[in-house]
């Protein structure tokens, strides 16, 4: 099974957020883990992706029609349960930019041998979409790197919290339905940005409601004495 790279990143993100297994419990004692995924109303998931982060080699279950799911397996340890559903607007987190309205994630305490009873994860608010358009002052498409601020967690602009690099196959980014500013970074152009300013970090923020995209189209100018003839 292929992952998806946003998986991969929640992975490495929270193992900071998970105890680390004990000598003993490296040693291979496992035990299970029992819960359910529901929605920001609590309603139940089924066939959202469950797995514990911080672990190197994460174990994966499905959440059955009624939400409920059991990890086997698991490494004796703390780990912190995420759950996503991307098909149902639930995407994986690479980090706390992404945090969803409502989101819960509960650490466990896996004791070898035993099965342990969680408390709900709920996936909260869905995703909204922003879906990049970069080019050049011609329209010529431009690859390049965006960063990202969240009002309700991050200090203001400078304390960017994500990052990615966007090109022309990847242009649809799901974001949370918050106020969030934008910085776009590209060799040889000035950077742009959306809700910025450092003398007024609250002006022209972003906010897309759940379940709906906004196209967020930049035209940036190329640094003096840059040429026109660089392609991106």
């Keep these: 099974?292929?992952?998806?790279?946003?998986?991969?990143?929640?992975?490495?993100?929270?193992?900071?957020?998970?105890?680390?297994?004990?000598?003993?419990?490296?040693?291979?004692?496992?035990?299970?883990?029992?819960?359910?995924?529901?929605?920001?109303?609590?309603?139940?998931?089924?066939?959202?992706?469950?797995?514990?982060?911080?672990?190197?080699?994460?174990?994966?279950?499905?959440?059955?029609s009624d939400g409920s799911f059991e990890l086997a397996n698991v490494q004796a340890g703390r780990w912190v349960l995420l759950a996503y559903k991307e098909s149902a607007g639930y995407p994986p987190i690479p980090s706390t930019f992404f945090?969803?309205?409502?989101?819960?994630?509960?650490?466990?305490?896996?004791?070898?041998?035993?099965?342990?009873?969680?408390?709900?994860?709920?996936?909260?608010?869905?995703?909204?979409?922003?879906?990049?358009?970069i080019s050049d002052e011609t329209e010529r498409p431009v690859d390049a790197t965006?960063?990202?601020?969240?009002?309700?967690?991050?200090?203001g602009p400078g304390d960017w919290s994500y990052s990615m690099y966007v090109d022309a196959r990847q242009k649809r980014v799901p974001v949370p339905p918050v106020l969030f500013g934008v910085k776009v970074e590209a060799e040889g152009f000035d950077p742009w940005t959306r809700g910025g300013e450092a003398a007024n970090p609250a002006h022209d923020l972003i906010h897309i409601e759940s379940g709906r995209s906004?196209?967020?189209?930049?035209?940036?100018?190329r640094k003096a004495g840059e040429s026109g003839d660089r392609r991106n």
């Design 214 to 221: 906004e196209i967020l189209r930049i035209r940036l100018k």
């Design 99 to 133: 945090y969803m309205p409502g989101e819960q994630f509960p650490i466990v305490e896996v004791r070898p041998n035993a099965t342990t009873e969680c408390a709900d994860i709920r996936l909260g608010a869905k995703a909204a979409y922003l879906d990049f358009d």
């Design 1 to 64: 099974m292929i992952l998806p790279r946003a998986f991969c990143l929640a992975i490495a993100f929270f193992s900071c957020m998970a105890g680390v297994p004990g000598q003993d419990e490296a040693r291979g004692s496992t035990g299970s883990v029992k819960g359910m995924v529901a929605d920001a109303e609590g309603k139940p998931v089924p066939d959202a992706t469950v797995f514990t982060g911080g672990a190197v080699r994460p174990q994966i279950a499905r959440s059955a």
């Design 146 to 155: 965006v960063y990202f601020w969240r009002a309700d967690r991050d200090k």
